[in-house]
Every structure is written in structure tokens, then in C-alpha cells.
């Protein structure tokens, strides 16, 4: 069986490019041909996760980069010229790879992927939820000519949803927006790892992982932690990631008098780091699932979640793994953090639930899922032989 996943760039440090790593090396430890075909030319280095040896890697060298965010008629024009070499080139190579199955990671090839007549299935995976970009949108500080724009963009993209074989998303709640799709299908991220420790939850430290950017919400964590500091200073709040956000977050923390707050850039053995933590947070302004979550909490940590969309409500059991706090509440959600950090017992008993819950992402779980999905499709091959 042959299998072929379509991303910008595999390189970074993101969930979309951590669910491709899952996904294409299980796919291809399990004798599948795996083939992953990138548009933007690396300028990071090697790939932040680790990609079996067996998985051959094309790139297109197309470069959209160029003109994101640029919205001028030479930008536009540009765009359209790129988007007709992309297609061109990938076509090309699709016809002489033959795949059985070809996976979209929501990239520019979304658009006209279901059009090239390779003889494959056409899979479009959804890694965000459906309201994003209005999220974003909103947030933003865009000119109305830019709003439309992005608008646009995504329209062109949600027209070509319906002609896929199959779309994927990560949760029920986001089914529910995508629910006029026959094709829909959901299946979750799968977990990474499991350590082989669990944390003590002794340590005075609070953990928190994800992008530096406003999706994260951690200028809202700051606000948090500034509640939780008064009560309890002698507790630290460690911070894993980066972003286009950091400057401003270090200087809002330092001119909240923040001292326990501290930055650290992302790292491979992230493991590690939530063994020697007590508390896991996620603060975000919206999800596509939360993959940090069950990271965290596959490492014993009672998690805080705002209950943002789409994810953490279906992960996070409120009372039981964790807290699942109102999104925006700033009050309620400090409130939380203390009552973990005040129960020593309370944080052993919710990080052992926690454990115990991640069992259903798996990764022979969630795997078994894209299995029955690609059976289903009418590919029958023995993806153990």
C-alpha cells in the first residue's frame, strides 16, 4: 500500500506536523510505502520530530511564503501563478509514485487535489476546528480589503471539502459544524509516547506548551498567574514554546512584576519537562484538539483547561482528570490552580485519572481507526505484509 501526505513544511514544531510524524511512521513501521511532499523550502534545519528512515521525503519547491499575507494584484497574481505550478508539479508526481491513498494536511493542494486523476483516494485532514479563521479574523487587526481576502480564501478551500473521499476532524464537537459533509469521519490524535515515569506532582511548578501566539491565550495565563502568585509565590510557571508573540509576553509578565513566569523554548524531550511539573495548563483561545493535553496527561498531571473549542471538554474530565474552567475565566480558572496546588492529594488522585483516561488515544487505538477508514474506502490491502 502506498500512501502519500501533502504538507507546507514538516519541519516545525506544530500538532499538524507532530500528527504527521505519528501517523506517517506508524503507517510506514507497518509496511506501507509512505511518501511526504512538502511545498516550502527548508530553512530550519532537520525536523523538529523524528520521521522513520523508511519515509521518502519530495519537495516541490513552490514556496507560498513569498506572498502570504500579501493582498497587491502583483501578490494575488503571483499567488495564482504558484498555485498552478503547484499543481502542475505535484500531478507529475503522483502519476509516477501510483499512491493508493493521498492525504491533504489542509494545504494549498486542498484546493485541487481531488481534480488530478492519479487513481488514488483523496483524504483531506482537518487539524483545527471549523471557526477558526473567524476567529482570526476578528482578533486581528486587518483592514476590511484583508478580511474579505481571508474570507475568500477559505471559501475557495470549504468549496472543495464535499469532493474528497473522506474528511477527517479531530473531535465531536467539531463534527457537529461540519455535519452537512457525508464524508465526515472523526478520528483523534493519537498520543506521541508514554513515559516510562509518571510525575511525583510534588514540585512547585506549573507546566504550559504551545505556540507564543494569540491562539494560545497566554497573555490570559498571565492574568491568571498574576491571581495565583498573590496567593502563592513560591510557585513557579514554566512556559514551553515560541512564537511570533514572545516579546510581548515577556514584557507584559515583567511589567506585572512576574518573576516566576519563565520562557523556555520548545525541546524534543517535553517528557521530561512535564516529570518534573505539578500542574499542566492550557489556556488557549480555541483548539483543534489539544495533543499537549494528553501529553501531560499521559505523564500523571492533573490538567486546567479553559473549555475553548474544539477539544479539551472531550479530554479533560471535569472533577476527575482536571478542571475544565468557562473560556475567558480568569478568576475561575486561578481559583482551580490554587485549589491543585493547596491538595497535594487531590493532584495525585486527578493525575492517576488522568492516566488512566489517555488510554483512549493510544496510538494502536487511534491507528486502528484510520485502518477501518482506509478498509472502508475500498483499499484492502494488508497494511502488515
Partial sequence: MKLVYCILDYHAAGGTERTLSVQANYFAEHGAEVCIVSTETNIIGNPFYKFS???????????????????????????????????????????????DFTFSMFGHEMKFLTR?????????????????????????????YKKVFEKMKLKFKL????????????????AE????????????????????????????????????????????LIDVWKLVSEKHPDWSLDIFGEGECRNFLQEKAKGNGLYNIEFHRPVCNINDKY???????????????GIVLIEAMACGLPCVTF?????????????ESGFVVPAGNVELMADKICTLIENYELRIAMGQNALKSV???????????????????????????
Fill in 177 to 220: 459544524n461540519w455535519r452537512i459533509f457525508k464524508n465526515l469521519h472523526v478520528i483523534p490524535n493519537a498520543l506521541p509516547s508514554y513515559s516510562d515515569r509518571i510525575s511525583e506532582c510534588k514540585s512547585k511548578r506549573v507546566i504550559s506548551v504551545g505556540r507564543l501566539s494569540k491562539q494560545k491565550g497566554f497573555d490570559i
Fill in 359 to 385: 488510554s483512549r488515544y493510544d496510538i494502536d487505538v487511534v491507528m486502528s481507526k484510520w485502518k477501518e477508514l482506509l478498509q472502508k474506502l475500498g483499499k484492502n490491502e494488508d497494511i502488515n505484509s
Fill in 307 to 319: 473549555n475553548c473549542p474544539c477539544g479539551p471538554s472531550e479530554i479533560v474530565v471535569d472533577g
Fill in 116 to 144: 488530478i486523476n492519479d487513481g488514488s483516494c483523496k483524504i483531506l485532514e482537518f487539524h483545527f476546528f471549523r471557526y477558526y479563521k473567524d476567529v482570526e479574523i476578528r482578533d486581528r487587526s486587518l483592514s476590511l
Fill in 53 to 99: 528512515d523508511k519515509i521518502k521525503f519530495y519537495n516541490l519547491n513552490i514556496n507560498y511564503h513569498r506572498v502570504d499575507g500579501k493582498i497587491s494584484p502583483v501578490s494575488i497574481f503571483k499567488r495564482l501563478c504558484l498555485g498552478y505550478l503547484h499543481r502542475l508539479r505535484l500531478t507529475r508526481l503522483l502519476k509516477e509514485i501510483k499512491p
Fill in 275 to 289: 516529570l518534573e511539573s505539578s500542574i499542566f495548563v492550557l489556556s488557549s483561545r480555541y483548539e483543534g484538539f
Fill in 159 to 174: 468549496n472543495a471539502i464535499d469532493k474528497y473521499d473522506a474528511f477527517v476532524v479531530l473531535t465531536k464537537e467539531d
